[in-house]
């Protein structure tokens, strides 16, 4: 069984476009959160919801929006996209110490 | 803000070869993480250290937390094809929330030749 999953795991989109990612997980933890991995590899967080509320909201563009519709779904829709957000996108989860990702969503806009 | 630093940020070996990389912080962390990330694959836990001083072993890797915790380090001995990944380490923020926000090390990239 997948413990955290995301939707589609690849996305490829003209700049303008808005897009949406879906995030799943199975393992009954309360924390979410969304990260973006850029070309070299660096792990960013971005968003992160315990219990369907917002808690961690970093210096992110307002055109990303998270929504948190239970606290076993994460998803990430993003307006307008533009070509600095060809990116692969995380989904995590956490209950106690280490966070579970998900497989990944590489968003490339052209 | 804080920061978590990680060096080197490449490093390749010959299979055999031992491998280490280094993480250090600006801010003294209640604990650190360390995961492996797969080439097309997504960051996976290692192990957590919060003890100063810490070592714990797995297998081949070795990791220490420093005595200021500040500071931590994976060793893998014999390297193997199979070690090939991105490795990073991560402490959580200084204030310390219970909702777990870590930052990451920049990785640090290990390539393995045969």
């Known amino acids: 069984d997948t413990a955290v999953s995301q939707t589609p795991k690849y996305l490829v989109t003209q700049m303008g476009n808005d897009k949406s990612i879906k995030c799943e997980q199975n393992l009954g933890h309360d924390t979410m959160y969304w990260y973006k991995q850029d070309s070299k590899k660096f792990l960013k967080i971005m968003f992160s919801y315990n219990n369907k509320e917002l808690i961690i909201n970093e210096t992110v563009p307002n055109r990303f929006s998270p929504k948190s519709p239970d606290k076993a779904h994460l998803n990430l829709h993003i307006n307008s996209l533009e070509l600095g957000d060809s990116a692969v996108y995380f989904c995590?989860?956490?209950?106690?110490?280490?966070?579970?990702f998900g497989p990944g969503t590489r968003l490339t806009v052209t | 803000g804080q920061q978590v630093m990680q060096i080197p940020q490449y490093q390749h070996v010959q299979e055999g070869e031992d491998f280490t990389t280094y993480c250090n912080s600006s801010t003294t962390l209640s604990n650190i993480q360390w995961y492996k990330q797969r080439p097309g694959g997504h960051p996976v836990f290692l192990i957590q250290?919060?003890?100063?001083?810490e070592v714990k072993k797995q297998k081949r890797l070795t990791f220490q937390f420093g005595e200021a915790k500040k500071n931590s380090s994976l060793h893998i001995t014999a390297t193997q094809t199979t070690d090939v990944g991105t490795y990073f380490c991560a402490g959580p923020n200084a204030g310390g929330t219970s909702y777990g926000k870590l930052t990451f090390g920049q990785g640090t990239i290990l390539t393995v030749h045969p």
């Open positions: 995590a989860s956490r209950t106690g110490g280490e966070q579970y």
């Open positions: 250290l919060v003890k100063s001083g």
